[in-house]
């Protein structure tokens, strides 16, 4: 719907339709980040809880709170999977390379899912989750950068003049590093001033406060020894 929805809309529609929703995946995106942040460490607990929950009611009503708890969980990640990677794919001008970088991705993360129920990789979640976080700010700076693009084209945003620097010269569009950081980052070698001034703009402040509510995030405390009344033997005198 969303690769061939807007065919039959004019250039101006299309543009406004594709930088709105470049916008939306970013902001779709943004929030995930810093759900996943508060969330990394208690995220089985909530999952298990409501679980619980839903089996806890009646046998009718248990089935269809698990279905309930499945489409939500499944289809919010889905609507946003599908919004970034149209973004994404829509911004390196190619469908085709977008759409295999998406499927290599969904195949990566369902092999990692299974080494994970396997028991063979243990991932520290809070530690995966700040590292993955700062990466996707980078990502959804540039689909924002990509989505203002759309948005000057579309006339709603003024165009600023000429664009605010080149970097064809070291980075040529063509190249295959060049389509490799527009196809990751959505790179662009010569952008306008508000594409640059909005990719700073987010990357500064988004990172900044990613990064100190990281460092606010409450540590694991260590299990403190038990306080074991007066004439009981230690764990050493119970050993022997």
Do not use: C
């Not at 243990?122 to 950068?145: N, P, Q, S």
């Not at 508000?194 to 260590?222: C, D, E, H, K, N």
Request: net charge neutral; aromatic share 12%.
């Amino acid at each position: 719907m969303l690769t061939w929805g807007p065919y039959g809309m004019s250039f101006q529609a299309q543009e406004l339709l594709g930088g709105g929703l470049s916008i939306l995946a970013v902001g779709l995106v943004t929030w995930m980040i810093f759900w996943m942040l508060r969330h990394a460490r208690g995220l089985r607990g909530e999952l298990e809880h409501g679980l619980d929950s839903a089996i806890a009611g009646s046998a009718h009503g248990a089935g269809w709170g698990l279905v309930l708890l499945g489409v939500v969980a499944v289809g919010r990640e889905g609507v946003e999977t599908a919004l970034f990677v149209w973004a994404a794919a829509k911004s390196t001008g190619d469908p085709l390379l977008g759409t295999l970088g998406a499927v290599l991705g969904i195949l990566a993360s369902v092999v990692i899912a299974y080494l994970i129920y396997r028991g063979f990789v243990r991932i520290d979640l809070a530690a995966f989750f700040r590292w993955t976080g700062l990466f996707l700010v980078l990502v959804a700076a540039g689909v924002l950068a990509y989505g203002i693009g759309d948005l000057q084209e579309a006339g709603l945003i003024p165009g600023w003049g000429q664009s605010a620097f080149s970097l064809a010269h070291l980075i040529p569009a063509t190249s295959w590093y060049g389509v490799l950081l527009a196809g990751v980052f959505n790179f662009t070698p010569e952008p306008t001033w508000a594409q640059f001034i909005a990719w700073f703009a987010y990357i500064v402040v988004t990172s900044t406060v990613f990064l100190r509510l990281s460092r606010r995030a409450p540590r694991r405390a260590p299990a403190a020894d038990p306080v074991l009344p007066r004439g009981t033997p230690d764990a050493a005198e119970r050993v022997a």
